[in-house]
Structure formats: structure tokens, C-alpha cells
């Protein structure tokens, strides 16, 4: 199973937005709404943002959203901030009962 | 509260094994799978494979396909994962994750440092 395509880094001036898409095939991202979307700071455990393409855990602000279309979908941080500044990983189920993880991306907020 | 707790950090020669544990608390440990992540040094997240708790089902990535082994323990709510035939290339952090119900990952433990070394 290949890695779902993410851009290696995305960059925005905070009160930004941005959107880092994830791309994968019909047998994944396409084929099920169970894409997941996590945050990892340099040296921690990745954290939950978004499940089920759209929706957000309890405590993750609403600046976070996703979607989807397609076999792409996609993660937007509204009103970018310092702390957004982090590795995000999407992850999606898959039709042989495995999951994949994508590239990663880095954002950077300028 | 939920928690996954993780053993310690391990140095493996290759060719060796390693059993990486995970405690969990804080919910009923038959109820959720755990699933197993890995992340080499500056790479991305890798998924390994997971386990049923509450009837021992696993299903485990093809790339580890023969190498890996995962295990519940109800009565201590401890989950385990065995990687054997270790190489270099397997250094690495190795998380264990709750699985829940609509394929995410909502607990994470803290993550547990394999250096495969000569």
C-alpha cells in the first residue's frame, strides 16, 4: 500500500488561510469517508484533529475543518496561528481492512 | 481519564527481537482495537497493524508481514507488539494507538524509542 500524496510544506502569514490536500485512489481516500487528519509537534505523539473527513473532536478549535472530493481530500487551518506550526498527516482506511498514512506536510507559519 | 502507557526505550542488535508494551486505562480495554504506528527519524508515520482486543483478531501490514506480532492481554489491559529480524532500517519511535470506532486514532501513547545497533 503507497503513502497517500501530500505537499511536503505548506507556508502562510498568520490570519491565513491554508489547505493541504491528500491524495489518494478509489481503494482509500475515494472509496470510504474515513479519512483522519493528525498534528505532530517536534517530539510528540500525533494528535486527532479531524475524523470522518469532516468531522472535529471535542477541544480541537474550529479553525480546523476538512474535506473531500473525489480521491483527494483535504485539511484547512483558517486564521493561521504560531502554534499551528506542526507536521499534519492524514490517514485513511483502506479496502483491504489496512490503513495508510500520507507524506506529511510541514507547515510553517511566516 | 483515558491513557496509553508505553514501556521504555530499547537497543536491539539486528537480527534480534524486540516486545514493545502498551497499558492502557481510563475505558474498557475490550471495546476499542489498538493499533500499532511507527515513525523512523525525520520520516512519516507508518502504519503496522492491529488488534481486536476482545477476540484476538489482528491484521497486520504485508511490509511486516511474517516479522510481526501483536497481542492483547485482557486481565492486565495491556496490549504488546513483537517485531523480529530486526534491521537498521527498523529504528524507530513505535506507537500504539486506540483505534476507534469509525477508523481514527483518538489516544495516542507517548511513543517508545527502538535503536537497532551493531
Known amino acids: 500500500q503507497s503513502a497517500l500524496t501530500q505537499p511536503a510544506s505548506v507556508s502562510g502569514s498568520p490570519g491565513q488561510s491554508i489547505t493541504i490536500s491528500c491524495t489518494g485512489a478509489?481503494?482509500?481516500?475515494?472509496?470510504?469517508?474515513?479519512v483522519s487528519w493528525y498534528q505532530q509537534h517536534p517530539g510528540k505523539a500525533p494528535k486527532l484533529m479531524i475524523y470522518?473527513?469532516?468531522n472535529r473532536p471535542s477541544g480541537v478549535s474550529n479553525r480546523f475543518s476538512g474535506s473531500k472530493s473525489g480521491n483527494t481530500a483535504s485539511l484547512t487551518i483558517s486564521g493561521l496561528q504560531a502554534e499551528d506550526e506542526a507536521d499534519y498527516y492524514c490517514?485513511?482506511?483502506?479496502?483491504?481492512?489496512?490503513?495508510?498514512f500520507g507524506t506529511g506536510t510541514k507547515v510553517t507559519a511566516l | 481519564q483515558v491513557q496509553l502507557v508505553q514501556s521504555g526505550a530499547e537497543v536491539k542488535k539486528p537480527g534480534a527481537s524486540v516486545k514493545v508494551s502498551c497499558k492502557a486505562s481510563?475505558?474498557?480495554?475490550?471495546?476499542?482495537?489498538v493499533h500499532w504506528v511507527r515513525q523512523a527519524p525525520g520520516q512519516r508515520l507508518e502504519w503496522m497493524g492491529w488488534?481486536?482486543?476482545?477476540?484476538?483478531?489482528?491484521k497486520y501490514s504485508q511490509k511486516f508481514q511474517g516479522r510481526l506480532t501483536i497481542t492483547g492481554d485482557t486481565s492486565a489491559t495491556t496490549a504488546y507488539m513483537e517485531l523480529s529480524s530486526l534491521i537498521f532500517e527498523d529504528t524507530a519511535v513505535y506507537y500504539c494507538?486506540?483505534?476507534?470506532?469509525?477508523?481514527?486514532?483518538?489516544?495516542w501513547g507517548q511513543g517508545t524509542l527502538v535503536t537497532v545497533s551493531s
Open positions: 494507538a486506540r483505534g476507534a470506532i469509525t477508523a481514527h486514532y483518538d489516544y
Open positions: 481510563g475505558y474498557t480495554f475490550t471495546t476499542y482495537n
Open positions: 488488534i481486536s482486543v476482545g477476540n484476538g483478531n489482528t
Open positions: 478509489s481503494s482509500d481516500v475515494g472509496g470510504y469517508n474515513y
Open positions: 470522518d473527513v469532516t
Open positions: 490517514c485513511s482506511y483502506t479496502s483491504s481492512t489496512a490503513y495508510v
